[in-house]
């Protein structure tokens, strides 16, 4: 698997930023009042995060030798999965909160101090999350093995056997 990389990342939150923008713009335009994230918003982005990096804490133990139970490979790429999963959702989500911020910020008419403080923490908590999610990643990664280095050396694969013809 490959890791999380930054260019991913930067497209997840442009999407989330030009989502973000493009609700506020249609809510406004059809003369509702414009999206406002639930406060309880950031505080699941920030426990989300929390709880990725402790399940990849043992995953690292058991890597780094540091602990006798062997690593459960299937656990451990389940893990790092969700640390992928949870980086990219923290992109999109801050993407998503800095367009309605955008939005607001853009408005002749001062945003009140309730709704703009909810987007910004959702900022905050969104960074947080992809932190999270890219240091789980980290923790779930297996070291090199001495035959990752050199595929082409004899016993780093298994010869074929003689044919059977």
Known sequence: MKRTGPGILLI???VGAVAG???????TAMGRATFTP??????LLALLGAIVVVLAIPVFRATRGRTARPVDPFRALRIAVLAK???LVGAAGTGFALGLLA???TRPVTPSLGSLGSIIATIVCGVVLVIAGLVAEQLCTLRKDDDDENPGTPGSRPEPG????
Do not use: G, V
Request: charged share 5%; net charge negative.
């Open 12 to 14: 997840a939150a442009i």
């Open 21 to 27: 923008f493009l609700l506020d713009t249609s809510l």
């Open 38 to 43: 639930a406060p309880s918003l950031p505080t």
């Open 85 to 87: 999963a949870s980086s």
């Open 103 to 105: 939005f607001l910020l």
């Open 162 to 165: 003689p044919s059977a013809h």
